[in-house]
């Protein structure tokens, strides 16, 4: 990670399509939601809890380009699998929040129940 964080050319996923500068935040993103999913694959973070995690983390403008940027890797997942169906959670959670008319994330919805 560091050596990517380093030289965005070693690890390109977006296909050039993202500028250097953009690939070392986004893998920044990327490390932080794959330690908090983790930590909810290990049970050390609740569903609930992993979908406040989520909330926040998609009022930031820089998380949610990274969410979109990735679309196409999560796309490529087993759609059983326990990341498939977190990540389509957190899909639909961005979708409410950008039809929500307020700007108060932290009220958007509740985490759904499996």
């Known amino acids: 990670m560091s050596k990517a964080m380093d030289d965005p050319e070693v690890l390109d ?13 986004f893998l920044f993103a990327n490390a932080v939601y ?25 009022s930031n403008p820089l998380f949610r380009e ?7 890797h999560r796309a490529a ?18 979708v409410q929040l950008e039809e929500a008319d307020f700007d108060e994330w932290w009220v958007v919805r509740e985490p759904p129940s499996e």
């Open 34 to 58: 794959t330690n908090a999913f983790c930590y909810y694959r290990m049970g050390d973070m609740s569903r609930e809890e992993f979908f406040g995690f989520a909330r926040s983390m998609l």
């Open 77 to 94: 997942l087993i759609e059983t699998s326990e990341e498939a169906k977190v990540g389509r959670m957190v899909d639909d959670l961005l």
């Open 13 to 25: 996923a977006y296909d050039g399509a993202v500028p250097p500068q953009r690939q070392r935040q």
């Open 66 to 72: 990274y969410w979109y940027a990735t679309r196409p």
